[in-house]
T-cell receptor, first 111, second 116 residues
Framework: DAKTTQPNSMESNEEEPVHLPCNHSTISGTDYIHWYRQLPSQGPEYVIHGLTSNVNNRMASLAIAEDRKSSTLILHRATLRDAAVYYCIPTGGTSYGKLTFGQGTILTVHP | NAGVMQNPRHLVRRRGQEARLRCSPMKGHSHVYWYRQLPEEGLKFMVYLQKENIIDESGMPKERFSAEFPKEGPSILRIQQVVRGDSAAYFC??????????????FGPGTRLTVL
């Protein structure tokens, strides 16, 4: 499984954009990059995933570096409900069917 | 479409008893995964099942733990002779058939097991 490095914690103010970085320098060429988040006392929730191109959905945007060794999850306007632990997870290869969660980034959103 | 359902949400057992955790995947989903989150630790994969088959059990402890996903009914994670170290939140996730690396996994609310 590819190793990931994320900041332990980040803070943001409500209504401001948040950029959550992730380094995955050992990612293989066929691994997708998935992002999940876990709100307090809840199960994880899928956020977004991509392979090479930047991706957008109703929750967030995913910017993937050209060399694919890093990616950034972008929340365009943080809300209090976005306070969660965010996990960046490369998937594919022998990890089919399995998500390997790292420590993630604890995002605090201030009103 | 109801989400992934897990029951019970909270389970208290005494040391040596058995714990049975149930997971009903989303309708149409044929893949089930179990993860464990120990207190103050991250989520760890335990087992991946398809109907009547265990596909990957590399994260399952070697003893006392077993999982099944029968043709009919929910998936069951069974822990025999529980010990205090089994106290954790157990999450089930499901995904539809198809390309695994594309499909998001949908997680249930978890079962919080407390061993006294």
């Amino acid at each position: 499984d590819a190793k990931t490095t994320q900041p332990n914690s980040m803070e943001s103010n409500e209504e401001e954009p948040v950029h959550l970085p992730c380094n995955h320098s050992t990612i293989s060429g066929t691994d997708y990059i998935h992002w999940y988040r876990q709100l307090p006392s809840q199960g994880p929730e899928y956020v977004i995933h991509g392979l090479t191109s930047n991706v957008n959905n109703r929750m967030a945007s995913l910017a993937i570096a050209e060399d694919r060794k890093s990616s950034t999850l972008i929340l365009h306007r943080a809300t209090l409900r976005d306070a969660a632990v965010y996990y960046c997870i490369p998937t594919g290869g022998t990890s089919y069917g399995k998500l390997t969660f790292g420590q993630g980034t604890i995002l605090t959103v201030h009103p | 479409n109801a989400g992934v359902m897990q029951n019970p949400r909270h389970l208290v057992r005494r040391r040596g008893q058995e714990a049975r955790l149930r997971c009903s995947p989303m309708k149409g989903h044929s893949h089930v995964y179990w993860y464990r989150q120990l207190p103050e630790e991250g989520l760890k994969f335990m087992v991946y099942l398809q109907k009547e088959n265990i596909i990957d059990e590399s994260g399952m402890p070697k003893e006392r733990f077993s999982a099944e996903f029968p043709k009919e009914g929910p998936s069951i994670l069974r822990i025999q002779q529980v010990v205090r170290g089994d106290s954790a939140a157990y999450f089930c996730a499901s995904s539809p058939p198809g390309g695994l690396i594309h499909n998001e996994q949908f997680f249930g609310p978890g079962t919080r097991l407390t061993v006294l």
